[in-house]
């Protein structure tokens, strides 16, 4: 029987944070990877310039094994969207894993889900986290249970290398990231906003405001 794994996506997502965990997990042997949203059809990402499809509205997949929700601007009017609360509610109860990457926390949070859980999100949106009622992390990808939160956007491949590991071990795992030939090696050490210039810093928070 196959692990159906239900990625969420909606206008004004951020591309990487379905399609990087996409690339790990469809790797998974024995794994069913949908995409979902409130109703189907092509979902226009930040910039515009991609479109993503889902094939399934949420009605249509009630019960996957793994739910994955990606950030983006796109996402905030999900936080007081009762439809997608309430699935995301009701999946969270049968689903063997619950995960997020980037901003997707805060739509996890909103359903009610991350109340008391350690979790993380991008670093600009800790202390709206936290208002939430999660407990802030700040930590690449960070586990709680059966809830595996990712940090900004490119962490979501470290969450999904991470569930690979714990849905097929981590042979498995290893080999999907020589697979795709993940081995970051950045030309700029300023990933973090404790290693980047204060300057850039205070660019990125307006930007993101």
Known sequence: MSTRIAILIFDELTALDAIGPYEVLSRIPGVELRFVAREPGVKRTDTGALGMEADLAL???????????????????????????????????????????????????????????????????????????????????????????????????????????????????????????YDPDPPFDSGSPDKAPPELVDLIRSSEG
Request: hydrophobic content about 45%; some cysteine.
């Open 59 to 181: 009605g249509d997949l009630p019960d996957p094994d793994v739910l994955l929700v990606p950030g983006g601007q796109g996402n905030r009017p999900l936080l007081e969207d009762d439809e997608v609360l309430d699935w995301l509610r009701a999946v969270h109860e049968g689903t063997t894993w619950t995960t997020s990457v980037c901003t997707g926390s805060l739509v996890l949070a909103a359903a009610g889900i991350l109340h008391g859980k350690h979790a993380t999100t991008h670093w600009a949106y800790m202390d709206r986290l936290e208002e939430l009622g999660a407990v802030p992390v700040q930590e690449r990808v960070v586990e709680d249970g059966k809830i595996l939160t990712a940090a900004g956007v490119s962490a979501g491949i470290d969450m999904a290398l991470t569930l690979a590991a714990r849905m097929a071990g981590d042979t498995v795992a290893q080999a999907i990231q020589l697979g795709i030939e």
